[in-house]
């Protein structure tokens, strides 16, 4: 059945596996933070020396509405579950609207006995990589046939982030140097020979490491200066790009949020 909480891993939802799912409860989480300090002179007091988000859970408790009698039907239903469950990619939930979370691992509840019939059973959804909330939607700001210029882009969310940076050659003939510049911090890409009608793309994957190709040409090797295009939420971000010929400059931000 189709139920008021519903979640849904990789476009597959949960609720739509069998009739006699009931989804209990939906915990988004809270990312978990570690956090280093030190003791500072005097007698009391201390300082913080460093913090690091680390993981994101979030808890899907669901039950089976099946009599204690149909025990190979409520083990059937239960197996079905973990299997859909047991697997990266991403979740959503409408607990969440417009927003979705790259899962890395999960925690399987154990079955227990299949004869009580109350039981709940709560999977737990591991975020590594990105532990944090996503827009499904990125923010996009664009400025076309620029050799050396710059646009702003606000970033939205609660958590900080990162920008995807892309530069479409449209000069006509080959671009050598790229120099995009976030916020003050420059990265610079020299000598990655940006043929003509070929896009130079910043980017990240689900693991939020950062790609850079030129065309089909992976061309992260060549970065030098900042080594990724890190933003802060709630501010307006001036993206600069200063390459050898013209091309189109499109900057997106997908807001992230505790």
């Known amino acids: 059945m189709i139920l008021s909480r519903r979640v849904a891993l990789g476009g597959e939802y949960l609720d739509e596996l069998d009739e006699s799912i009931v989804i209990r409860s939906v915990d988004p989480g809270v990312p978990h933070e570690a956090t280093g300090t030190a003791d500072r002179m005097g007698g009391w007091g201390s300082r913080l020396t460093n ?127 790229v120099t995009f510049t976030v916020d003050g911090k420059d990265l610079i890409l020299k000598g990655v020979n940006l043929g003509a009608g070929e896009t130079l793309d910043f980017y990240h994957g689900t693991d939020d490491r950062v790609r850079i190709k030129a065309g089909s040409r992976n061309v992260y090797s060549l970065l030098r200066g900042a080594n990724d295009s890190y933003v802060q939420p709630g501010t307006t971000v001036t993206v600069a790009v200063d390459a050898t010929r013209a091309g189109n400059l499109v900057v997106k931000s997908y807001a992230r949020w505790f």
């Open 51 to 177: 913090q690091h988000w680390q993981s994101l859970d979030v808890m899907v408790a669901f039950a089976i509405d099946l009599p204690k009698t149909r025990i190979a039907e409520r083990r059937a239903v239960f197996d079905k579950v973990i299997a859909w469950a047991n697997r990266k990619g991403w979740l959503t939930t409408n607990e969440m609207e417009g927003r979705r979370i790259y899962v890395d691992k999960i925690v399987i509840p154990g079955g227990g006995d299949m004869r009580d019939w109350m039981s709940e059973y709560t999977i737990t959804f591991r975020a590594l990589g990105v532990p944090f909330w996503r827009d499904r939607t990125a923010v996009e700001a664009r400025k076309n046939k620029v050799t050396k210029g710059s646009l702003t882009i606000d970033v939205g969310g609660t958590a900080p982030g990162n920008l995807d940076i892309s530069f479409e050659n449209v000069s006509g003939k080959q671009i050598n140097d």
